[in-house]
C-alpha cells in the first residue's frame, strides 16, 4: 500500500492543524493506520492508530485529549486532528500502515513520506 501524508504547516501554539494521509494500492480497510513523529534529535514516537474500520483507537498519553485519529474507509484515508498544539509537537509526522493493533514502528512495514508540524511558541 503507498501512503501519502500532507496537511502540516506553521501553527502558534494553541492552534490546530489536521493531516491527512490517502492510500492507494490495496485494501485501505485491510490496515489498521498509525500516525508517528520525529523531532529534530529524538527517535520516531508512536502517536496514534486506528483499528480496521475505526472501532478503536489508542493514543500516546501526551497527546490524550487533544489529538483525534480517524478514517474515512470510503475515501481511503485517514486523518489526525490536532488540536491546542503545543512546541513540543513540532516534529515530521508520519502515517503508516500495518495488518494488526501496535503502537511501535517496527510493526508497521508501509509508510508515507511524512509532513513537517512546526508549533511557534
Known amino acids: 500500500v503507498q501512503l501519502q501524508a500532507s496537511g502540516g504547516g506553521l501553527v502558534q501554539a494553541g492552534g490546530s492543524l489536521r493531516l491527512s494521509c490517502a492510500a492507494s494500492g490495496r485494501t485501505f480497510s485491510n490496515y489498521v493506520m498509525g500516525w508517528f513523529r520525529q523531532a529534530p534529535g529524538k527517535e520516531r514516537e508512536f502517536v496514534a492508530c486506528i483499528s480496521w474500520r475505526g472501532g478503536h483507537t489508542y493514543y500516546t498519553d501526551p497527546v490524550k485529549g487533544r489529538f483525534t485519529i480517524s478514517r474515512d474507509n470510503s475515501y481511503n484515508t485517514v486523518y489526525l486532528q490536532m488540536n491546542s498544539l503545543k512546541p513540543e509537537d513540532t516534529a515530521v509526522y508520519y502515517c503508516?500502515?500495518?495488518?494488526?493493533?501496535?503502537?511501535?514502528?517496527?510493526?508497521?512495514?508501509?509508510w508515507g513520506q511524512g509532513t513537517q508540524v512546526t508549533v511557534s511558541s
Open positions: 503508516a500502515a500495518t495488518t494488526t493493533i501496535a503502537v511501535v514502528s517496527e510493526m508497521y512495514p508501509y
